[in-house]
């Protein structure tokens, strides 16, 4: 007899479309001005402004043949060198290949650390995926965690990464250029106290992904536990609380034992249906 677990989790669908977000400075771009027009960055590229500004705080360039790459993609060390340059923060002179003197100032400032992945020319040289950004973009503006698959949700709450359709994070989603800086510069405005808009169905879709359910996004009128139980609990918020291994039932079927897990959220998409009919429910 085996065990299987199956989760449905019910997200509220609606129409957004986000392009993703992210930037980049390496060892073989060349520098371009900020007034420069890239030959392929028109006005109503998504990314425009952002990358207008990032080319001008000199933390990324564009190259000599006129052109910006924007759908180029971002290597981990690329993506480090530019939030460090970009966040100002302290650069030592170090010898080795061009983005150590980033990679430890990245370590000095938290934004890195040795259990991401190996600290080697090879790992550091890979392209960098959305999930990966959405890390060093919450540890940029202060937010930790112990579970690795909650830095989505992190990222999504404060602003930084948006949806790259309806509801779709694309964690595994490899970073562009453009992409790159747009989130630098979310990650500098929020530094300077600056309010984001927020993808809510991105991160309904984050909060799934983190702990099986979005219905803290969905329904936050729901949760009213005083901040005082959170904080008796060690949680740092509500969302913490929720504790998926006690929405298991177990019983014993005719085949065997057998472990359900169903969790289902109806969408608040359809506002006539009664309040109590929105709940988490197990099936074993």
């Known amino acids: 007899m085996k065990k299987q677990v199956i989760k449905f989790a019910g ?5 957004v479309l986000m392009a993703g977000t992210m930037g980049i400075t390496s060892a073989n771009v060349q520098a371009a001005t900020a007034t420069t ?20 705080k000199g933390y990324v360039d564009g190259y000599m043949n006129g052109t910006f790459k924007p759908d180029a993609s971002v290597t981990r060390a690329e993506f480090v060198k530019m939030v460090v340059s970009a966040m ?24 890195y650390v040795s259990t991401d992945f190996n600290d080697s020319e090879v790992a550091w040289t890979k392209v960098m995926t959305r999930e990966e950004m959405a890390r060093v973009a919450a540890r940029a503006i202060g937010e ?5 698959d909650k830095w989505m949700y992190l990222a999504t709450k404060a602003g930084l990464i948006k949806g790259v359709g309806i509801g779709q994070i694309a964690p595994k989603g490899l970073t562009t250029r453009a992409q790159a800086i747009v989130v630098i510069e979310r990650i500098l405005s929020k530094n300077t106290g600056a309010s984001l808009d927020v993808d ?23 949760w009213v536990t005083p901040e005082s139980d959170v904080k008796r609990a060690g949680k740092a918020s509500v969302e913490e609380m929720w504790n998926e291994s006690k929405m298991t039932l177990h019983r014993r079927m005719d085949c065997g034992k057998a472990s359900w897990t169903l969790l289902l959220l109806l969408t608040l ?4 249906i009664p309040i109590d009919s929105y709940y988490p429910i197990s099936i074993n």
């Open 269 to 272: 998409l359809i506002r006539t």
């Open 144 to 148: 930790t965690t112990k579970e690795d």
């Open 11 to 15: 997200i509220a669908l609606a129409a």
């Open 88 to 111: 100002g923060l302290e650069i030592t002179p170090a010898n080795g290949k061009w983005f150590t003197e980033y990679v430890d100032a990245a370590s000095k400032a938290d934004l």
């Open 37 to 56: 027009q890239f030959s392929d960055v028109e006005s109503t590229h998504w990314g425009a402004s952002a990358i207008t500004k990032g080319v001008s």
């Open 200 to 222: 809510k169905y991105a991160v309904g879709s984050a909060e799934i992904a983190w702990h099986g359910t979005n219905i803290f996004t969905v329904m936050p009128e729901m």
